[in-house]
C-alpha cells in the first residue's frame, strides 16, 4: 500500500541555517504530495504542494520537488527563522478514485533557535 | 472564525464512557474526514465521509464510529473510551469539485481517558 517516511526529528537549528527535510513515499500510479505544518497548538496548514512529477511547490521560503526517480519530495529552505518552529508531515494523496484521503509521514518537529 | 471547527479542545474521560467529538465547517465542502495524530505516527484516518448518505471506514475505524448529520458536521463518538484512545483528533475538509485533493483542518481535540 501507499506510504510515506520522513527523516526523524527532532532538528534543532539555528536561525538563517539552511533546511532539508527528506520525505520518501511509496505509492501506486501518480500521487500528489504536500507538506503540511503545524505550529505549537494549532491543527495543520497546508505549507506547500505538487501534483505531478518534476513540479516545484513553493512558499513562504520553503520548496519541495516533485522526484519521481527518486519517489521523493524532500523540503527545504534557505534561512530559516525562529518563527518556523513547528512539526511537518510530509502526506501524499493517491490519485485513484480521487478521494482525497491523505497519508501521513511521522512528521519532523523543528526548532530554530535565535 | 475558524472555517473548520472541532468541540471540545480539550477532553478528559474515564475508561468506559460514551464520548463525542463534534465538527462544523463553514466552507462549503462536501467531504469531511476524522484523522488521528499520535506521536511518531504522524495522522491515520479513522472515517471519512464524502456526503451526508456516504461514510467509510479509515485504517483505524476499531472502537468508532461517525454520524454525517448535515454536510457541515461530522462527529466521531468512542462507545466505549479506552486509554489508548488518549490521542489528537483533528477533523478535516475537502472540495470534490475543485480536483484539488488539499484538506483544510480544524484545531484539534486533544482526548485523554484516564
Known amino acids: ?114 | 472564525d475558524a472555517d473548520v471547527t472541532q468541540t471540545p479542545r480539550n477532553r478528559i474521560t474515564k475508561t468506559g464512557k460514551r464520548i463525542m467529538l463534534e465538527c462544523s465547517q463553514t466552507k462549503g465542502h462536501d467531504r469531511m474526514y476524522w484523522y488521528r495524530q499520535d506521536p511518531g505516527l504522524g495522522l491515520r484516518l479513522i472515517y471519512y465521509s464524502f456526503d451526508v448518505k456516504d461514510i467509510n471506514k479509515g485504517e483505524i475505524s476499531d472502537g468508532y464510529s461517525v454520524s454525517r448529520q448535515a454536510q457541515a458536521k461530522f462527529s466521531l463518538s468512542l462507545e466505549s473510551a479506552i486509554p489508548n484512545q488518549t490521542a489528537l483528533y483533528f477533523c478535516a475538509t475537502s472540495d470534490s469539485r475543485t480536483g484539488d485533493t488539499e484538506a483544510f483542518f480544524g484545531q484539534g481535540t486533544r482526548l485523554t481517558v484516564v
Open chain 1, 1 to 114: 500500500g501507499n506510504s510515506v517516511t520522513q527523516m526523524e526529528g527532532p532538528v534543532t537549528l539555528s536561525e538563517e541555517a539552511f533546511l532539508t527535510i527528506n520525505c520518501t513515499y511509496t505509492a501506486t500510479g501518480y500521487p500528489s504530495l504536500f507538506w503540511y505544518v503545524q505550529y505549537p497548538g494549532e491543527g495543520l496548514q497546508l505549507l506547500l504542494k505538487a501534483t505531478k512529477a518534476d513540479d516545484k511547490g513553493s512558499n513562504k521560503g520553503f520548496e519541495a520537488t516533485y522526484r519521481k526517480e527518486t519517489t521523493s519530495f524532500h523540503l527545504e529552505k534557505g534561512s530559516v527563522q525562529v518563527s518556523d518552529s513547528a512539526v511537518y508531515f510530509c502526506a501524499l494523496s493517491g490519485r485513484s478514485g480521487n478521494t482525497g484521503k491523505l497519508i501521513f509521514g511521522q512528521g519532523t518537529t523543528l526548532q530554530v533557535k535565535p
